[in-house]
């Protein structure tokens, strides 16, 4: 009787501890699967046209979309900048001031480590901007950021690895300004000069301003070839000399300017004539080309 009693109190205690560990087990499980869901972050490498205070500013928009479970147990994502949250673009300018904004265009929250703070608010869609402030001014060249989105759910993390690249073109922008009201007329694009009695040596002066992002490439061509032309008699010529800055510039054959970067940069052009006592009488025109060529 007493061995009987023994063996039954030993199959229950057995009982008894495998089903605590079930129901352990039962308890994990549910919130393990109640925080899956689908996670895809899209970031354009194509800036948007968008008003702002700084005409040189390029805005590239992206979004992070959240599907399932997940979008219920996350509250925020966190946006890790591989470069630093100060300048998280680098390229042939070396890192760029640039920064993370909200869908809004408002500034992000940073965490301890630098990292941005987006929050989800329980959307399914969530819109972000990388704004670089001077983009549309960088030096020419690529131009790349890595970022990692990280989202974190009932002790799970799900990542996402995303770059941005952006070819920055070579640019060149110009005007001229007149240094002697009286003789020089500037319309736009357009610049009549008054070379005077060409009897005489005469000097007319522009200044140029360039601003550009490389090397910029200067060109000239003359309707007349360099002459300025008698315009009922086209037999009658008399020549002008172009220079910049002092040099000699010569039809046809490239003149290579170096801008500061990103300010402008201001270039004397001179229109020299040939001195002809003995000219015909009459009005002399010629038709020039100035071409500036970024590169």
């Given at each position: 009787m007493n061995n009987s009693l023994t063996r039954c109190s030993t199959l229950m205690c057995f009982g008894t501890l495998m089903c605590f560990v079930s129901l352990s087990?039962?308890?994990?499980?549910?919130?393990?699967?109640?925080?899956?869901?689908?996670?895809?972050v899209h970031l354009s490498s194509h800036p948007v046209d968008k008003a702002s205070s700084?005409?040189?500013?390029?805005?590239?928009?992206?979004?992070?979309?959240?599907?399932?479970?997940?979008?219920?147990?996350?509250?925020?994502l966190v946006i890790h900048a591989k470069n630093g949250w100060k300048?998280?673009?680098?390229?042939?300018?070396?890192?760029v001031a640039s920064s993370l904004l909200d869908g809004q265009r408002k500034s992000l929250h940073r965490d301890q480590r630098g990292s941005f703070i987006l929050p989800l608010q329980g959307r399914k869609r969530s819109e972000f901007w990388v704004h670089v402030p001077q983009g549309k001014v960088l030096l020419s060249g690529q131009y790349q950021s890595d970022f990692e989105f990280k989202v974190k759910a009932a002790g799970h993390e799900f990542r996402r690895a995303v770059s941005l690249n952006y070819q920055?073109?070579?640019?060149?922008?110009?005007?001229v300004e007149s240094r002697q009201g009286?003789?020089?007329?500037?319309?736009?694009?357009?610049?009549?000069?008054?070379?005077?009695?060409l009897t005489e040596k005469n000097q007319r002066q522009l200044d140029v301003i360039v601003v550009s992002n490389g090397s910029v490439k200067l060109e000239l061509d003359s309707l007349n070839q360099g002459d300025m032309v008698n315009v009922k008699n086209a037999r009658?010529?008399?020549p002008y000399a172009t220079?910049?800055?002092?040099?000699?510039?010569r039809l046809n054959a490239p003149f290579y300017l170096r801008p500061h970067q990103q300010r402008e940069t201001r270039f004397r052009l001179q229109f020299e004539n040939t001195p002809m006592p003995s000219a015909r009488e009459g009005r002399y025109e010629d038709e020039m080309t100035i071409m500036l060529t970024a590169f």
């Amino acid at each position: 009787m007493n061995n009987s009693l023994t063996r039954c109190s030993t199959l229950m205690c057995f009982g008894t501890l495998m089903c605590f560990v079930s129901l352990s087990l039962a308890a994990v499980e549910p919130a393990t699967q109640v925080c899956q869901g689908e996670f895809v972050v899209h970031l354009s490498s194509h800036p948007v046209d968008k008003a702002s205070s700084s005409d040189n500013a390029l805005w590239f928009q992206g979004y992070v979309e959240l599907e399932g479970a997940l979008l219920a147990c996350s509250p925020q994502l966190v946006i890790h900048a591989k470069n630093g949250w100060k300048e998280p673009i680098i390229g042939p300018q070396g890192a760029v001031a640039s920064s993370l904004l909200d869908g809004q265009r408002k500034s992000l929250h940073r965490d301890q480590r630098g990292s941005f703070i987006l929050p989800l608010q329980g959307r399914k869609r969530s819109e972000f901007w990388v704004h670089v402030p001077q983009g549309k001014v960088l030096l020419s060249g690529q131009y790349q950021s890595d970022f990692e989105f990280k989202v974190k759910a009932a002790g799970h993390e799900f990542r996402r690895a995303v770059s941005l690249n952006y070819q920055v073109k070579p640019f060149v922008r110009a005007r001229v300004e007149s240094r002697q009201g009286a003789h020089v007329s500037v319309s736009g694009t357009n610049v009549s000069i008054d070379m005077g009695n060409l009897t005489e040596k005469n000097q007319r002066q522009l200044d140029v301003i360039v601003v550009s992002n490389g090397s910029v490439k200067l060109e000239l061509d003359s309707l007349n070839q360099g002459d300025m032309v008698n315009v009922k008699n086209a037999r009658y010529k008399i020549p002008y000399a172009t220079s910049l800055n002092g040099q000699p510039l010569r039809l046809n054959a490239p003149f290579y300017l170096r801008p500061h970067q990103q300010r402008e940069t201001r270039f004397r052009l001179q229109f020299e004539n040939t001195p002809m006592p003995s000219a015909r009488e009459g009005r002399y025109e010629d038709e020039m080309t100035i071409m500036l060529t970024a590169f």
